[in-house]
């Protein structure tokens, strides 16, 4: 069985992915709403808000385990951080064969645009980041079999900028120099981790990004022209910080380029989508079923 906790976007796709297997999924999540939709795609669900309260009969049959829970949103916001329930977990997983832990390369922080790799150093200067990585650590000593996959930005059906870019009243931030960012469809990450699965190697990380790193502002501008969204507006860094909230200014602030070697090398020698623009033909279709709902 394949234990998901906090099956949200990503954890979803994956699972309907092992069902489609033949595997038993089991989950937990926030609300008995959300529970009720996974039971309807054939998952066991669990609305709990700490993992150590699952039931004992349910871990016990726990061979594989996927961490999907993200950190707080905002400040009080009560999300149970892996540090305090991962040693009470552990113990109650004896026939457990693998673990994997999304994370997020924000826990690189501020690179200038460099390149960075898993061996790179991880100086996060955001709370969300510097949250991914002590979850990272607590995980890595938490004697489970446990994978780390450091996600670069999600998109995938119905996860994307499409309906905002339709809207018309998106803004991007032009940084001089260029502030790099980087991305990664769901069926990659779907695929990645399940072979992870099929080839298990414990206390590896693995970023999980494409084939191409892009200016955010460039990416913007080329997704609207090729779905025939209204131009973004674009801003300084000067008149970005008067007119965008704090929390999405920081969103911008941070540059990499995230290398995939690994990724390539041990798991995924080709992806689906390569770059955004792979997955355009969807995405336009996307952008046609928001005009037509009203909803662009």
């Not at 000067?238 to 540059?255: I, K, N, W, Y």
């Not at 090398?265 to 033909?281: D, I, K, T, V």
């Not at 995405?283 to 009203?294: I, V």
């Amino acid at each position: 069985m394949l234990l998901i906790l906090g099956c949200g976007y990503v954890g979803e796709h994956l699972a309907l992915a092992m069902l489609r297997q033949g595997w038993k999924v089991a989950a937990t999540c926030r609300s008995e709403a959300r529970a009720r939709h996974l039971a309807r795609l054939g998952i066991e669900a669990e609305p709990v808000a700490r993992p150590e309260e699952l039931p004992a009969a349910l871990l016990e049959r726990v061979e594989f385990l996927l961490d999907s829970i993200p950190p707080a949103r905002e400040a009080g916001e009560p999300v149970a951080e892996q540090p305090q329930w991962l040693p009470r977990l552990a113990g109650r997983l004896r026939c457990l064969r693998w673990a994997g832990y999304l994370s997020s390369t924000s826990v690189y922080g501020d690179c200038g645009g460099a390149w960075v790799d898993e061996k790179s150093p991880c100086f996060p200067g955001q709370a969300r980041g510097q949250a991914r990585l002590k979850a990272e650590q607590a995980w890595l000593a938490s004697g489970m079999p446990v994978e780390i996959f450091r996600l670069a930005g999600i998109y995938g059906p119905g996860r994307n900028l499409v309906r905002r870019l339709m809207r018309g009243d998106y803004a991007v931030v032009r940084w001089h120099p260029p502030h790099y960012s980087n991305r990664i469809h769901v069926q990659d990450i779907v695929h990645a981790l399940t072979a992870a699965m099929n080839h298990p190697f414990p206390g590896r990380i693995v970023n999980l990004a494409d084939d191409l790193p892009l200016p955010h502002d460039e990416y913007v501008l080329e997704l609207a022209r090729a779905i025939g969204a209204p131009a973004p507006t674009v801003l300084s860094p000067t008149q970005a910080e008067r007119v965008m909230p704090a929390r999405q200014l920081d969103f911008f602030r941070d540059s990499k380029r995230i290398c995939n070697r690994r990724l390539h090398q041990e798991l995924l020698p080709e992806l689906r989508y390569p770059s955004f623009r792979h997955a355009l033909q969807a995405l336009r279709r996307e952008a046609e079923g928001a005009f037509a709902d009203g909803s662009g």
